[in-house]
């Protein structure tokens, strides 16, 4: 098993450009998240899924979109980049409501200039 | 809502010596309780976690931690160091019923000193 798969491994953007970060398990989870994780602010949810079909916002929301089409994938949506956006993104899986271990990417860097 | 507080951003500690890495949370209900470890570059990985029963719960890479209700803390403990242990360790907790938010601390970098 690949695990939680991440792409790309870095980016730079340019204010107001969008872009799509991927995140694919093979572990057929049920549960999938986006995080961020900033200096001295640990790890802050963004989006969420509970199923393929089924998203609902995090605790930082605003700026990202995502979507659910298939239990393997949960792509990260920028519509119109920020310099705020500048992070470290983490996608994350578990296995369904009653197992409480998530399993984590290996993370994709992004830089908004 | 929940909120977590690592006091500590920075714990320097000898080879071999023990280590406590401190965690307190806060929440109006019942809650699970976590400690991750991320090395350099890498994603986050589970240490141990508490969801119910015996407070003292052990991890992998022989970490234990305490969960103390009445304190509302779960503080990360290993008796003896190594060089591989230098990494960020984040404490993490999730109301029992609700939805799927995982609330972090801000960590805690752990330098083991040769």
């Known amino acids: 098993n690949a695990g939680v798969t991440q792409t790309p491994k870095f980016q730079v953007l340019k204010t107001g450009q969008s872009m799509t970060l991927q995140c694919a398990q093979d572990?057929?989870?049920?549960?999938m998240s986006w995080y961020r994780q900033d200096p001295g602010m640990g790890l802050r949810l963004i989006h969420y899924?509970?199923?393929?079909?089924?998203?609902d916002q995090g605790e930082v929301p605003n700026g990202y979109n995502v979507s659910r089409s298939t239990t393997e994938d949960f792509p990260l949506r920028l519509l119109s980049a920020a310099p705020s956006q500048t992070s470290v993104y983490f996608c994350?899986?578990?296995?369904?409501?009653?197992?409480?271990?998530?399993?984590f990417g290996p993370g994709t860097r992004l830089t908004v200039t | 809502a929940q909120s977590v507080t690592q006091l500590d951003s920075q714990v320097p500690v000898f080879e071999e010596a023990p280590v406590e890495l401190r965690c307190n949370y806060s929440?109006?209900?019942?809650?699970?309780l976590f400690w991750y470890v991320q090395y350099p570059n890498q994603g986050l990985q589970l240490l141990l976690k508490?969801?119910?029963?015996?407070?003292l719960v052990k991890g992998i890479n022989g970490f234990e931690a305490e969960f103390n209700k009445s304190q509302t803390s779960f503080h990360l403990r290993k008796p003896s160091v190594h060089i591989s242990d230098t990494a960020e360790y984040f404490c993490?907790?999730?109301?029992?019923?609700?939805?799927?938010?995982?609330?972090f601390g801000t960590g805690t970098r752990l330098t083991i000193i040769p």
């Open positions: 899924s509970v199923g393929a079909g089924i998203t």
């Open positions: 994350a899986s578990r296995q369904g409501l009653t197992y409480y271990e998530q399993y």
């Open positions: 993490a907790v999730k109301e029992n019923f609700g939805n799927e938010k995982l609330t």
């Open positions: 572990m057929n989870h049920e549960y």
């Open positions: 508490y969801l119910s029963g015996s407070t």
């Open positions: 929440s109006s209900v019942s809650v699970y």
